[in-house]
């Protein structure tokens, strides 16, 4: 079953500085009906302006994968860590006991970025932060890996995340099409141009539900990035 959640129709709020669209509830949007997706709690298409960003903040128990679509993204943490992450490339972050961070745009451009959050099968882990350059591969057969907490995953160059989730993310090119297979449940999103997926025609913004199937057929209308989450019901 495929649900279409067009980027118009999801919730809004414009900081200024940060101009945030979220799938889900969050902060001052709040709708009853779209309170995540299985362990999927958060996706925000954030844009910072330069110069800003979040300022120190803390977290618990969430795995946070930042996605970063356009310029880049500049992390600090309590635990020590710091990092520079840039287009195409992906960070993630264990709260799990307690962690404080900051995420600033340093640079002389707007950064636009997805901000996913995902439950952990197990609260009270040791927080760590990690990231790895990706550079927007282009999809063969089918999207490739990003993030995963599967075990048949953990000796491939993707990022860990503490959940039997994986991420795939990826260029889609104009004509082309992939079978993408699905273990769980999975919520795909568009990150640039236009895909067909099963017949659905989404555009950048754009969010997609999939649930009971066991693959999703994509085409790209356009040269197109799309990023698929898998996560447990």
């Known amino acids: 079953m495929l649900k279409v959640y067009k980027h118009s129709e999801l919730g809004h709020a414009n900081h200024g500085w940060l101009n945030a669209h979220h799938h889900f509830s969050f902060a001052n949007y ?8 299985g362990a999927l709690r958060v996706i925000n298409d954030d844009t910072i302006k330069a110069g800003t960003g979040f300022p120190q903040h803390g977290h618990r128990d969430m795995e946070i994968i930042t996605f970063v679509r356009k310029g880049a993204i500049t992390h600090k943490d309590s635990k020590g860590n710091e990092g520079r992450t840039e287009a195409g490339d992906v ?8 962690i404080l961070h900051s995420e600033y745009n340093m640079e002389d451009e707007d950064t636009k970025i997805f901000q996913i959050w995902i439950i952990p099968k197990e609260e009270g882990i040791e927080p760590r932060w990690d990231s790895v350059a990706f550079a927007e591969r282009e999809a063969g057969d089918t999207l490739p ?9 953990q ?15 990826g260029k889609v090119s104009k004509g082309q099409t992939i079978t993408q297979p699905i273990k769980n449940q999975a919520y795909l999103v568009v990150s640039s141009g236009n ?3 099963e ?6 913004g754009d969010g997609l539900e999939v649930t009971d199937m066991d693959s999703v057929s994509i085409t790209g209308t356009d040269d197109s990035v799309v990023i698929l989450i898998d996560v447990p019901a």
């Not at 709040?30 to 997706?37: A, K, L, S, T, V």
């Not at 960070?91 to 307690?98: E, K, N």
């Not at 017949?199 to 950048?204: F, R, V």
């Open 155 to 169: 000796n491939s160059e993707a990022l860990y995340i503490h959940q039997d989730a994986a991420i795939y993310g």
């Open 145 to 153: 890996l990003l993030a995963s907490g599967f075990e048949e995953d």
């Open 195 to 197: 895909v067909s997926v």
């Open 91 to 98: 960070q993630v972050m264990s709260a799990g006991t307690g």
């Open 30 to 37: 709040y709708n009853p009906e779209r309170m995540g997706f």
């Open 199 to 204: 017949g659905a025609e989404l555009s950048e």
